[in-house]
């Protein structure tokens, strides 16, 4: 399961829009710092429109779309990785996470008092992101002393010295440290540290209602960051979120066109973070039920199945394929055989978004 920790100043909207895209989300949302004191989570299903397509085919009795797990830890301050406010002692748990969603309040509201007093995104980025690189630094600074005592006997001790220098250096630069490229064994070396600034970064700018279509003159310096840290920004608005979740299903769509807009923030973060994690999304579907499953993109087909069952992938012989829109055209699996779109396909099949699949494996 894909797994996101959402970030932020207080008072940015993260709980509001916490609340608004996860289902039964419980924390709290109000108008007052560290409202969040305890670390959130919610599960979400994915939105995917095939899914329900390839249902009608195949006569499916469930649909089970793939899931998002969102971790919503208390609103950090500066000073935080020293043990200012109450957002440090929560740092740890989105160590293990995919991606951040870092939130940033791009809204003027006199009655939503900001902690800083006033509204820059720019800054709060910079105040987040020293308190990320400052709770990492110090992770490898422990680290480095214990591996260079290692390393006078191992040496994958000293490739993992090297490596820690090298992330230790950037950090004390003030560069988050996925910019510091690693090779694959000093990437394994490092990741039981699960540093925060190495993990990819989306930028929830959040905006008012009336300027979620065009955005404003905060979104524009929100980008500007992006780029220069090779992130993406989704303009969301918090406020919309909400009000999305007290309307019925049939109206979303009409209340979201009348702002401009084709969807709402749930999905344009989770495609933002598929897009940057590099993650595809292929289906298997029968009378039984018709599923979603989250793989990286490049997955062979033997690697796709192991996402199932890790028998599947030790037991494959082959994966019978037809692309989503194909059997769409053609409206059934037979009538797409008889064109000859259905392919089997062996161990060496790249598994392509939207692939719809039936694994052949031994037991």
């Known amino acids: 399961m894909l797994r996101a920790g959402i970030v932020g100043l207080p008072n940015v909207g ?25 670390p959130n989570v ?15 085919i195949s006569s499916s009795i469930e649909i089970v779309p793939t899931r998002v797990e969102f971790v919503d830890i208390a609103g950090l301050v500066k000073g935080a990785s020293q043990g200012e ?23 003027e509201n006199d009655d939503i008092i900001h902690v800083s007093g006033s509204v820059d995104p720019v800054r709060d980025i910079e105040i987040i992101n020293l308190e990320l690189a400052l709770s990492d630094l110090s992770q490898v600074e422990r680290r480095i002393d214990r591996a260079r005592k290692q390393a006078r006997t191992s040496k994958e001790a000293q490739v993992e010295v090297a490596a820690l220098e090298r992330l230790s250096a950037a950090l004390n630069e003030g560069k988050p440290s996925r910019q510091v490229e690693l090779n694959e064994e000093e990437e394994l070396l ?29 979104v524009e310096q929100v980008r500007q960051v992006a780029v220069q840290e090779q992130s993406q920004v989704v303009v969301v608005s918090a406020q919309v979120e909400s009000e999305l979740v007290e309307l019925p299903e049939a109206e979303r769509a009409d209340f979201l ?6 969807e709402g923030g749930l999905k344009s973060l989770i495609r933002a973070t598929y897009e940057l ?3 595809r999304t292929y289906f298997t579907t029968g009378p039984k039920e018709t599923r979603a499953w989250t793989i990286h993109a490049g997955m062979l087909a033997p690697q796709a199945a192991g996402v199932i069952h890790s028998d599947f992938e030790r037991g494959f012989i082959r994966a019978e394929t037809v692309a989503y829109q194909d059997l769409v ?20 099949y790249t598994v392509q978004e939207g692939d719809v699949l039936l694994f052949r494996f031994n037991v």
């Open 329 to 348: 055209t053609n409206g059934s699996m037979g009538a797409a055989k008889e064109k000859g779109l259905v392919r089997s396909e062996g161990k060496d």
């Open 277 to 279: 994690l590099g993650l």
């Open 14 to 38: 993260k709980s509001t829009l916490f609340n608004a895209v996860v289902a039964n989300a419980k924390a709290q949302a109000a108008n007052f710092p560290f409202c969040t004191i305890e």
């Open 85 to 107: 406010g109450l957002g440090n002692q929560f740092l740890a748990n989105i160590r293990e996470v995919d991606a951040i969603v870092h939130v940033v309040r791009c809204f």
């Open 42 to 56: 919610g599960i979400v299903a994915v939105p995917d429109e095939r899914l329900e397509v390839l249902s009608k």
């Open 257 to 262: 066109e009348s702002l401009g807009v084709e």
């Open 190 to 218: 490092v990741k039981p540290l699960g540093l925060l600034t190495r993990k990819p970064v989306i930028f929830a700018a959040n905006v008012l209602e009336d300027e979620l279509a065009t955005g404003n003159a905060y």
